[in-house]
């Protein structure tokens, strides 16, 4: 079943967490034909570390013509590690949506790839994961067509011990708050729950793992560039309402370690940097802008609450980024 399935990995300023990525789909018990590893622009030297290690494999330089095609500033392929394995180096830190369409485009200009599996780097997959994802996408409905399936994805950090769930494949979206809330977020988890959560309401996928179909991907579109950080995949979600659903399966599990794939992370004390927060704010209120615009004067005046919290918190050098976050969703068209 996974024979027609690409993996994107979108990497920033963790190739060790991406080979560690690639290492658990060599693991498969269906291994994909093409993994794709997207670096966004990292300033640690991730792009060298990649290429040498992937050096063990026969190697192919793209042309020039096609980097540029693709916009990306070099790319390179592998043969002989299970897969096919390309590389590609973004010339700029793109944020998760554009980083992530720069492989989608190259993904979807590859012959027999019907789904793709879109997962961060800083992600372990189950041997059996992808089987249930694309079990969980092909199979009949009656109703709409399944275009995204999801499942359990664990906090990395928690293991050995019982791990902890970041989502039951995804969560809820709030707009009159213009707040989402991840399903058992928080919890140790549990198969059982895993399993009654296929009856919990879902309204988008947890952009760490997510296998999407081709058929979505070209009646949709790509992810939005304008949300750099958070809230992509609820607006892909919203987009495709009335025409695509979103599939749940317990058994798909993805250890996750949030936070590193762009360059988000939180400070100490399990705070949001202000990278993160900035970003979080501004997405919040571009989506309830984009898609219900009605509430979102009454979105906007949160800000005030959010203020307060940062200034409870001794945040102050926060206060002015609110204000931008408000100004620059406010002038986009």
């Known amino acids: 079943m996974a024979a027609r399935?690409?993996?994107?990995?979108?990497?920033?300023?963790?190739?060790?967490?991406?080979?560690?990525?690639?290492?658990?789909?060599?693991?498969l018990l269906c291994v994909p034909p093409r993994v794709v590893v997207c670096d966004?622009?990292?300033?640690?030297?991730?792009?060298?570390?990649?290429?040498?290690?992937?050096?063990?494999?026969?190697?192919?330089?793209?042309?020039?013509e096609i980097c540029e095609a693709l916009g990306v500033r070099n790319g390179l392929e592998y043969a002989g590690s299970g897969f096919?394995?390309?590389l590609l180096h973004s010339p700029r830190n793109l944020g998760f949506a554009g980083g992530c369409n720069l492989g989608l485009r190259y993904l979807l200009s590859c012959s027999g790839i019907d789904r793709i599996w879109l997962l961060n780097n800083d992600t372990v997959v189950h041997p059996a994961a992808l089987d249930f994802l694309t079990h969980a996408l092909d199979a009949p409905s009656a109703g709409l067509p399944r275009g995204v399936a999801c499942g359990p994805v664990l906090y990395r950090e928690t293991i050995p011990s019982p791990p902890a769930v970041q989502a039951y494949g995804g969560g809820r979206y709030y707009p009159l708050l213009g707040s989402s809330f991840?399903?058992?977020?928080?919890?140790?988890?549990?198969?059982?729950?895993?399993?009654?959560?296929?009856?919990?309401?879902?309204?988008?996928?947890?952009?760490?793992?997510?296998?999407?179909?081709?058929?979505?991907?070209?009646?949709?579109?790509?992810?939005?560039?304008?949300?750099?950080?958070?809230?992509?995949?609820?607006?892909?979600?919203?987009?495709?309402?009335?025409?695509?659903?979103?599939?749940?399966?317990?058994?798909?599990?993805?250890?996750?370690?949030?936070?590193?794939?762009?360059?988000?992370g939180r400070s100490r004390g399990g705070e949001k940097s202000g990278l993160a927060d900035f970003h979080f704010q501004r997405s919040r209120l571009l989506c309830v802008r984009k898609h219900f615009p009605f509430f979102f004067p009454l979105v906007l005046a949160t800000l005030a609450v959010s203020a307060v919290r940062r200034v409870m918190r001794g945040q102050w050098r926060r206060l002015p980024m609110l204000w931008r976050c408000a100004v620059e969703v406010c002038r986009a068209v």
């Open 5 to 27: 399935t690409g993996v994107l990995i979108l990497n920033y300023n963790g190739a060790s967490d991406a080979m560690t990525c690639v290492e658990s789909l060599r693991a």
């Open 40 to 64: 966004n622009a990292s300033p640690d030297g991730s792009w060298q570390q990649l290429t040498d290690w992937a050096g063990q494999w026969p190697e192919r330089e793209f042309p020039a």
């Open 84 to 86: 096919t394995l390309t």
């Open 182 to 264: 991840l399903n058992g977020n928080g919890r140790k988890y549990c198969p059982e729950e895993a399993r009654r959560a296929a009856a919990w309401p879902l309204d988008f996928p947890l952009g760490a793992s997510m296998l999407v179909s081709r058929a979505f991907l070209e009646s949709v579109g790509l992810l939005d560039e304008r949300f750099f950080l958070y809230f992509e995949e609820i607006d892909w979600m919203l987009r495709a309402r009335g025409r695509f659903t979103l599939a749940y399966t317990p058994h798909a599990l993805v250890w996750h370690r949030e936070g590193a794939a762009c360059g988000a």
